[in-house]
């Protein structure tokens, strides 16, 4: 079965400066990859996802994040935070091989902007 | 598209009583799901629907949850009798599941937020 870890619970940074957030998978091929993001009393929304192909996969709000097969990594990142990205954002993992849509949830990071 | 949709977002009840929370999923999409989302627990995937059948209800916490797709257009999360630890906020979603094909997103509904007295 497949899991997902997001060693950093919490992230504070300045507005304006990049971002990183890290997303790690455990599973036996090259999965389905997800970024969503959740704002306050919201429902998760998508930021992008990677099937194959191109590595670096570009998504809405100008997040943008690198599939790294050989560290089993998932990360996302921006060039400059914006006030308006606060929010928890959530990695997910689905199997190609199961029957449906299934999808592993990482814990979560929260991310919050300093002015 | 109206998205997915949730009824009641707030709910408030007390102990022993019955609840019962609805979903409407975007029109076409043949897969549906119910996730709990807490504090201590994080985002927990309850159970899911492919064409209107339940595939994987191994996340219903007990006997006291359960969950009914009766059309492809409506879902229902039955929780009888409800407990204060119960209380969470449940998040339908649903996607599009392309026999052979690369696996969609789940779009999510804005949730519905239960208070269990």
């Known amino acids: 079965a497949q899991s997902v870890t997001q060693p950093d619970i919490h992230i504070t940074v300045s507005e304006g400066a990049s971002l990183e957030l890290r997303c790690n998978y455990s599973y036996g091929a090259t999965p389905y990859l997800f970024w969503y993001v959740q704002s306050p009393g919201q429902g998760l929304q998508l930021l992008l996802k990677y099937f194959s192909g191109d590595t670096l996969v570009q998504g809405i709000k100008g997040f943008e994040a690198e599939f790294k097969r050989s560290q089993s990594s998932f990360n996302l990142r921006k060039p400059s935070v914006h006030w308006s990205d606060a929010a928890e954002y959530f990695c997910?993992?689905?199997?190609?091989?199961?029957?449906?849509?299934?999808?592993?949830f990482g814990g979560g990071t929260r991310l919050m902007v300093k002015p | 598209d109206a998205g997915v949709i949730q009824s009641p977002r707030h709910e408030v009840t007390e102990m022993g009583q019955e609840v019962t929370l609805r979903c409407k999923p975007i029109s076409g999409h043949n897969s549906l799901f119910w996730y709990r989302q807490t504090m201590m627990r994080g985002l927990e995937l309850l159970i899911y629907?492919?064409?209107?059948?339940?595939?994987?209800d191994s996340g219903m916490p007990e006997d006291r949850f359960s969950a009914k797709m009766p059309n492809a257009s409506f879902s229902t999360l039955k929780i009888q009798p409800s407990e204060p630890r119960d209380s969470a906020v449940y998040f339908c979603?649903?996607?599009?599941?392309?026999?052979?094909?690369?696996?969609?997103?789940?779009?999510f509904g804005p949730g519905t937020r239960l208070t269990v007295l």
């Open positions: 629907f492919n064409n209107n059948v339940p595939i994987d």
């Open positions: 997910a993992v689905g199997a190609r091989n199961n029957a449906g849509n299934m999808l592993t």
């Open positions: 979603a649903s996607s599009l599941r392309a026999s052979g094909g690369p696996r969609d997103e789940q779009f």
